[in-house]
């Protein structure tokens, strides 16, 4: 049974930073690209980063470029998604969505940031 599950999230002061870390298991980890979804209160998801199974490709939505950096280490089945510099209009809840290579996807729970003073 796959288990995909986030964590790391908070309430953290404009500024700040967060490190959210999304585990995986009962699946070939390194086989999947992971993308890192957000969704706040009465807005659509949107993808915020995604990155290849290998991790040498990696992608970023435009509202948190330069921003935001997304990594994985698949000695750990685990992949990070590093948050600096954040701002309110970050606040949502953050997902962890995994595509394996027959177009099979796994979502986890979601982990709540939010970003207030």
């Known amino acids: 049974q796959v288990h995909v599950v986030e964590s790391g999230g908070g309430l953290v002061q404009p500024g700040g930073s967060l490190r959210l870390s999304c585990a995986a298991s009962?699946?070939?980890?390194?086989?999947?690209?992971i993308g890192w979804h957000r969704q706040a209160p009465g807005k659509e998801r949107e993808l915020v980063a995604h990155?290849?199974?290998?991790?040498?490709?990696?992608n970023y939505g435009d509202s948190v470029k330069g921003r935001f950096t997304i990594s994985r280490d698949n000695t750990k089945n685990t992949a990070y998604l590093q948050m600096n510099s954040l701002k309110p209009e970050d606040t949502a809840l953050y997902y962890c969505?995994?595509?394996?290579?027959?177009?099979?996807?796994?979502w986890g729970q979601g982990t709540q940031v939010t970003v207030s003073s």
């Open positions: 990155i290849s199974s290998t991790g040498e490709t990696t």
């Open positions: 969505n995994m595509v394996g290579p027959w177009g099979e996807t796994y």
């Open positions: 009962g699946l070939t980890f390194s086989y999947y690209a």
